[in-house]
C-alpha cells in the first residue's frame, strides 16, 4: 500500500479540499462530521469511517486513528492546522505500514509523554508489551500465538502487583485506624475523671468566646473558599497544560515518522 495510490493528484486534492474548511473555520473539535463541519478525520473524508483512509489515500487506518485522537487533544488553535499538516507531511508513494508501530513503542518507552510507564506496578508489564511493538516497528513477524501469550502474561503480572499494593494499603490503613482508635479511646478514659472538673469551669469562659470564634470562623471559611476554588483552578490549568504539552510532542513525533517514511 502506498501512500496517495503513488498519484500526486490525490494529495493536491485532499489539501485543497482540507485548505478550504480551514479557511472557512469548519475544522471543529469533538464533531465528526455535520451539516459541513467536522474533526481532522469528518473533514477528510466528509464521513466517519477511519478505513476509507486506505481505500483512498493508501495511508494505514492505525494512522487515521491516531490523526483522529492527536487532533482532539491538541489546542484549538493548532487542532486547526492539525489535519493539513497531517497529510501534507505524507510523502507520495511512501510506505506508511511501519509508521504506526513505531509511534506506539515510542509512547511505551518515552517516560517524558508517558510517565506512568516506569510504576514498579506495571514497568515489567510495559517492558514486554513494548518489546512486541518493537518487533512489528522493525517490520519482524511475530507468531500471534506467542504475542498474545506475553501480553496476558504481562496483564497477569502488573494485576498481581497492583492487588497485592492495594491489599498491603488497605491493611496497612485498618491497622493504622485501630491503633488510633485505640489509644484515642485509652486517653478519653484516663483523662475524662481528671478533666471533668476542668470542663465545667471552662464552660462559661467557652460561651462567652463562641460568638467571637464564630464570626472569625466564618470569615476565614470564606477565605479558605476562595483560596480554594484559586488553587483548584490553578490546578485544572496546570493539568491542562501538561496534558497539551504532551499532545503537541505526540504530534510532532508522528509528523517526523511520517515525514521519514520511504
Same mark, same amino acid.
Given at each position: 500500500?502506498?501512500?496517495?495510490?503513488?498519484?500526486?493528484?490525490?494529495?493536491?486534492?485532499?489539501?485543497?479540499?482540507?485548505?478550504?474548511?480551514?479557511?472557512?473555520? &469548519?475544522?471543529?473539535?469533538?464533531?465528526?462530521?455535520?451539516?459541513?463541519?467536522?474533526?481532522?478525520?469528518?473533514?477528510?473524508?466528509?464521513?466517519?469511517?477511519?478505513? &476509507?483512509?486506505?481505500?483512498?489515500?493508501?495511508? /494505514?487506518?492505525?494512522?487515521?486513528?491516531?490523526?483522529?485522537?492527536?487532533?482532539?487533544?491538541?489546542?484549538?488553535?493548532?487542532?486547526?492546522?492539525? /489535519?493539513?499538516?497531517?497529510?501534507?507531511?505524507?510523502?507520495?508513494?511512501?510506505?506508511?505500514?511501519?509508521?504506526?508501530?513505531?509511534?506506539?513503542?515510542?509512547?511505551?518507552?518515552?517516560?517524558?509523554?508517558? /510517565?506512568?510507564?516506569?510504576? /514498579?506496578?506495571?514497568?515489567?508489564?510495559?517492558?514486554?508489551?513494548?518489546?512486541?511493538?518493537?518487533?512489528?516497528?522493525?517490520?519482524?513477524?511475530?507468531?500471534?500465538?506467542?504475542?498474545?501469550?506475553?501480553?496476558? #502474561?504481562?496483564?497477569?503480572?502488573?494485576?498481581?502487583?497492583?492487588?497485592?499494593?492495594?491489599? #498491603?494499603?488497605?491493611?496497612?490503613?485498618?491497622?493504622?485506624?485501630? #491503633?488510633?482508635?485505640? #489509644?484515642?479511646?485509652?486517653?478519653?478514659?484516663?483523662?475524662?475523671?481528671?478533666?471533668?472538673?476542668?470542663?465545667?469551669?471552662?464552660?462559661?469562659?467557652?460561651?462567652?468566646?463562641?460568638?467571637?470564634?464564630?464570626?472569625?470562623?466564618?470569615?476565614?471559611?470564606?477565605?479558605?473558599? &476562595?483560596?480554594?476554588?484559586?488553587?483548584?483552578?490553578?490546578?485544572?490549568?496546570?493539568?491542562?497544560?501538561?496534558?497539551?504539552?504532551?499532545?503537541?510532542?505526540?504530534?510532532?513525533?508522528?509528523?517526523?515518522?511520517?515525514?521519514?517514511?520511504?
Amino acid at each position: 500500500m502506498l501512500a496517495y495510490h503513488n498519484d500526486p493528484n490525490i494529495k493536491s486534492a485532499i489539501l485543497a479540499q482540507l485548505e478550504a474548511h480551514a479557511k472557512a473555520d &469548519e475544522i471543529v473539535q469533538g464533531v465528526s462530521w455535520d451539516n459541513g463541519k467536522g474533526c481532522a478525520v469528518g473533514c477528510t473524508l466528509h464521513s466517519y469511517n477511519h478505513m &476509507e483512509y486506505e481505500t483512498r489515500f493508501g495511508i /494505514p487506518v492505525m494512522l487515521a486513528r491516531l490523526e483522529d485522537c492527536i487532533f482532539e487533544g491538541l489546542p484549538n488553535n493548532l487542532a486547526k492546522d492539525w /489535519p493539513i499538516k497531517f497529510l501534507r507531511s505524507v510523502k507520495v508513494g511512501s510506505n506508511l505500514s511501519l509508521v504506526g508501530w513505531k509511534f506506539l513503542h515510542w509512547i511505551l518507552t518515552t517516560e517524558e509523554v508517558n /510517565p506512568g510507564i516506569n510504576d /514498579p506496578l506495571v514497568k515489567d508489564a510495559v517492558l514486554r508489551v513494548a518489546e512486541i511493538v518493537r518487533f512489528l516497528a522493525e517490520g519482524k513477524s511475530i507468531k500471534t500465538s506467542a504475542a498474545w501469550s506475553a501480553v496476558k #502474561s504481562a496483564a497477569r503480572s502488573a494485576e498481581s502487583a497492583a492487588w497485592s499494593a492495594v491489599k #498491603s494499603a488497605v491493611e496497612s490503613a485498618a491497622w493504622s485506624a485501630w #491503633s488510633a482508635a485505640k #489509644s484515642a479511646a485509652e486517653s478519653a478514659a484516663s483523662a475524662e475523671s481528671a478533666e471533668s472538673a476542668a470542663w465545667s469551669a471552662q464552660s462559661a469562659r467557652s460561651a462567652a468566646q463562641s460568638a467571637a470564634w464564630s464570626a472569625q470562623s466564618a470569615a476565614q471559611s470564606a477565605q479558605s473558599a &476562595e483560596s480554594a476554588a484559586q488553587s483548584a483552578w490553578s490546578a485544572a490549568w496546570s493539568a491542562e497544560s501538561a496534558e497539551s504539552a504532551v499532545y503537541i510532542k505526540m504530534s510532532e513525533k508522528l509528523l517526523n515518522l511520517i515525514s521519514k517514511a520511504v
